[in-house]
């Protein structure tokens, strides 16, 4: 690393692997055509049982200033993130799913742009390819509507009530800032998922910003986080709600009640959908506690 590069603020990559054995190399490699220069890597297995580990122990000789960390048994990305993200030493953190693709100029983008918009900024994200399991192009994560406006509308700044209403982050483009994490504790291991958790705890004192570009491709298969939400039985339903009761008790005003409750009834609906009916139950509380019942509501309360 030459001496200008050695100036730049340290990333540190947070490599998750688990059975990803089919598409670890393509990710791996990703993380060596980067074109910012000051990386630390920390290659997490979380107990594997499809041959990954010998993808990455032979990355790791390759590369001998990789870390590799391989737990003995599985713990679920949010304790295996964390146990990689306590070895880390970067200003700037991503945790990256090794199903996934970083493109080449990524992080000297993302770094440029925490520069730009300031110390208060915690997280910048950005667009996404979403790929198939071949590595072809599905669609982008933002698409134009009629009028021409981004779908899912983006949000920069101070955005607690936006992440409160809807879905508009991009997981796998997030780059985080070491102090926001910090502040966090980490990521919460008693949930099954992170995102949501860390857009609401995070959001409360620090600005997420856009960066409004393709930096990176999500994998779709039906192994990946993002498919097993939203069916019978889902197991992060219960780790939405404590999520959102979390956020109750960030909430400072009636807008972002209002903006929790927008959410609150989404995933009620959900549920519903879905036959998940003790998690049903509990959503129609917390939105009786944020007192926002309407008709549908009530009638998706008897209902279960």
Known sequence: ???????????????????????????????????????????????????SQAI?????????HWQL???????????????????????????????????PARLSRQ????????????????????IDEAGRHVRNHFRPDARGQLQPRPASGLVFAEVLARYFISTPTMTMRRATLEELGGYDETLAYEDFDFWVRASRNWEFHLLPEVTTQKRLHP????????????????STIRVCRKALALCRTGAERAALARRVRWELRQAVRH??????????????????????????????
């Not at 692997?17 to 993380?31: M, P, V, Y």
């Not at 990455?56 to 590369?63: E, F, M, S, V």
């Not at 939203?230 to 339903?237: A, G, I, M, S």
Request: aromatic content about 8%; hydrophobic content about 40%.
């Open 223 to 238: 192994q990946s986080m993002s498919r097993k939400g939203y069916r019978p039985n889902d197991p992060y339903l219960a």
């Open 111 to 130: 770094v440029r742009q925490f520069e730009q918009v300031g110390p208060r900024c915690g997280m910048v994200y950005s667009d996404a390819e979403l």
């Open 1 to 51: 690393m030459s001496a200008a590069a050695a100036h730049l603020p340290l990333v540190s990559i947070v490599a998750l692997c688990h059975n990803h054995a089919r598409f670890l190399e393509t990710a791996l490699d990703s993380i060596l055509a980067q074109t910012y220069p000051n990386l630390e890597v920390i290659l997490v297995d979380d107990a594997s049982t499809d041959g």
């Open 69 to 103: 960390l391989l737990l003995p048994e599985n713990v679920g990305n949010c304790r295996a993130f964390n146990l990689g993200f306590r070895q880390s030493k970067g200003e700037f953190i991503v945790d990256f799913a090794t199903d996934d693709v970083l493109l």
């Open 275 to 304: 036959r998940n009916r003790p998690e049903a139950r509990e959503l129609y509380r917390l939105l009786r506690e944020l007192r926002a019942v309407g008709p549908l509501d009530w009638l998706l309360g008897l209902a279960c």
């Open 56 to 64: 990455l122990r032979r990355y790791a000789t390759a590369h001998p």
